[in-house]
């Protein structure tokens, strides 16, 4: 069965340089998320989006921005790059209210 | 503000034990509850969904329950088996959270030979 596809799998950066990561949903799912797993944290949620509108926003700092595409992929957009921005990020689909992740891209900031 | 809690933090047992990880939450008002396994630096894997209206759901070993005006739910684990050690994270779509799921900070499972 088809899953949620994340890329890159792994992203090394400097501080204040720039990261794009993408997120490619299971086909026919209509809500996309992002979440952020710190070293030793749960998942929080970032922000997502319903038929391609962002239908919620959590605490996702103002240097990064988001956006869902005509296909239904999703990138996330990164900018500033800060130490504390090394994680985990995770996009989910959902479909009928079941949340399914993909493997997530590890962010490390150097 | 939804908040969920997993206790315990941490399980240590034998092979073969049959577990019971729980979970709370303090808005009731919530869409459904799922219970996630994630092995180190990987991602999560979906275990169980209960929809609020349901009071358990069974998948071969596991079996969650779901007590909603009390908010709590438990993971029941039978026959543990090595291959079943992780960390075990629940979490909870709705509750004032809209659509987004709320997660706790998980338990971390050891299952010894």
């Known amino acids: 069965a088809a899953g949620v596809i994340q890329s890159p799998r792994h992203l090394i950066k400097e501080k204040r340089e720039t990261a794009t990561l993408k997120c490619y949903p299971i086909?026919?799912?209509?809500?996309v998320y992002w979440y952020q797993q710190g070293p030793g944290q749960d998942p929080q949620f970032l922000i997502s989006?319903?038929?391609?509108?962002?239908?919620d926003k959590g605490s996702i700092p103002d240097r990064f921005s988001a956006q869902q595409f005509s296909d239904y992929h999703s990138e996330l957009n990164m900018s500033s790059l800060e130490l504390g921005d090394s994680a985990l990020y995770f996009c989910?689909?959902?479909?009928?209210?079941?949340?399914?992740f993909g493997p997530g891209t590890r962010l490390t900031v150097l | 503000k939804q908040e969920v809690t997993q206790i315990p933090a941490a399980l240590s047992v034998p092979e073969g034990e049959n577990l019971v990880l729980n979970c709370s939450f303090t808005?009731?008002?919530?869409?459904?509850l799922q219970w996630f396994r994630q092995d180190p630096g990987k991602g999560l894997t979906s275990l169980l969904l209960?929809?609020?209206?349901?009071r358990e759901q069974t998948s071969g070993r596991l079996n969650a329950s779901l007590d909603k005006s009390s908010g709590r739910s438990t993971l029941y684990i039978a026959a543990s088996q090595p291959g079943d050690s992780a960390t075990y994270l629940c979490?909870?779509?709705?509750?004032?959270?809209?659509?987004?799921?709320?997660f706790g900070k998980g338990t971390l499972l050891t299952v010894n030979p």
């Open positions: 989910a689909s959902s479909w009928q209210g079941e949340q399914f």
């Open positions: 086909p026919r799912h209509d809500t």
């Open positions: 989006f319903y038929e391609k509108m962002q239908s």
């Open positions: 808005d009731s008002a919530i869409y459904n």
């Open positions: 209960i929809q609020s209206s349901q």
């Open positions: 979490a909870v779509k709705g509750g004032g959270s809209n659509y987004k799921l709320t």
